[in-house]
């Protein structure tokens, strides 16, 4: 065979080589969900460690403690303050991940430093996509809010005080819990039955969600690539706007007067701030919720990423930390004068 007739050869493979991969990307997820994961894996790899320096000492920890059976990833991670006795306010923190990377331990730093502050705090592993689809992740962790109440004494845990918390993905999974306990009509659409009572739902911790699917269809470009690409993943569709998750995963129209006290915050710095937290934190006081706000001008230096809470060397995250602390302790005299 010539050169020439070489050359010809090993292009017409590579084409038919590239015309093979566009076409499975076409068909299936998974080979840009697990790019992303890759990607999402090593930065909250890197937010671990950036956040370890922060974390004090004095609090006890249980790791992958199964609240399931059936699933390895149905296992949560506790922390409480060493010298605590009895139950604590409790703060349940889903870690985000785009719905289909991350794990407990992305977040446990940050729960360990609220543990300190005088906290019961739990961080629920789940199944991510596409290893499983919506509502798998959703059903498991009302299991876990089930498993919580139910082993409240034995745990440390005050039911009557628990406050729901997440960032990224884990936000919207936050606030979509909240909505299914806080309004039965949004509980039989989704077609769960919440594992809390609405009165044991003291609060709720937004940082950096998604609550707006539509908003986000719209993007374009690698963010709106990133975004149909984990919607794929999660829903089990590429056409999942359609889907079920498509119609219930909008918690922005879902809330109602009922929903309970929140705290949202994102970053200047990051896109889903202007077309997700803040029309969230609009809508929650539209409908006369108490809403604890954090956020800076568009101009704000430095510019604040995608979860830039975790960050703990910038002001405004330490900031955010102690805006946050003060919210959750304004939770608990709140459920103590009730309580009275």
């Not at 592993?125 to 409240?152: F, G």
């Not at 359609?242 to 990051?270: C, E, K, Q």
Request: aromatic share 8%.
């Amino acid at each position: 065979m010539t050169r020439a007739r070489r050359v010809v050869t090993w292009i017409a493979g590579v084409a038919l080589l590239g015309s093979a991969v566009f076409a499975a990307l076409r068909a299936t997820p998974w080979p840009a969900a697990l790019i992303i994961r890759r990607v999402f894996t090593k930065g909250a790899a890197e937010t671990v460690a950036e956040m370890e320096p922060f974390v004090p000492d004095g609090v006890t920890a249980r790791t992958r403690v199964a609240y399931a059976s059936g699933s390895r990833d149905t296992t949560f991670d506790i922390f409480r303050p060493a010298a605590a006795e009895g139950p604590l306010p409790t703060v349940v923190w889903i870690h985000g991940g785009a719905w289909l990377s991350g794990v407990a331990a992305d977040v446990t730093p940050y729960l360990r430093i609220l543990a300190a502050e005088g906290f019961t705090a739990v961080a629920p592993d789940y199944t991510i996509a596409p290893e499983a689809v919506y509502p798998t992740a959703l059903r498991q962790l009302n299991s876990a809010l089930a498993h919580l109440v139910d082993n409240a004494a034995e745990l440390g845990i005050d039911p009557a005080r628990i406050i729901l918390a997440g960032d990224s993905a884990g936000a919207q999974l936050a606030s979509q819990l909240a909505a299914i306990t806080s309004d039965p009509a949004y509980a039989r659409q989704v077609g769960i039955r919440p594992a809390l009572e609405p009165s044991h739902l003291a609060g709720v911790v937004l940082f950096c969600g998604v609550y707006d699917l539509q908003a986000l269809a719209d993007l374009t470009g690698l963010l709106g690539w990133g975004f149909k690409t984990a919607m794929w993943a999660y829903s089990g569709t590429k056409d999942w706007s359609d889907s079920a998750a498509g119609r219930t995963m909008s918690t922005i129209r879902a809330v109602t007067g009922d929903f309970p006290p929140t705290f949202i915050s994102g970053g200047n710095g990051d896109g889903l701030t202007a077309s997700q937290s803040l029309p969230m934190a609009a809508a929650l006081r539209a409908a006369g919720v108490d809403v604890t706000e954090l956020f800076w001008p568009v101009d704000h230096e430095p510019s604040l990423p995608h979860e830039y809470q975790f960050h703990l060397r910038f002001d405004e995250a330490q900031e955010a930390l102690t805006a946050l602390v003060d919210f959750l302790h304004g939770l608990a005299v709140t459920q103590d004068d009730a309580a009275s």
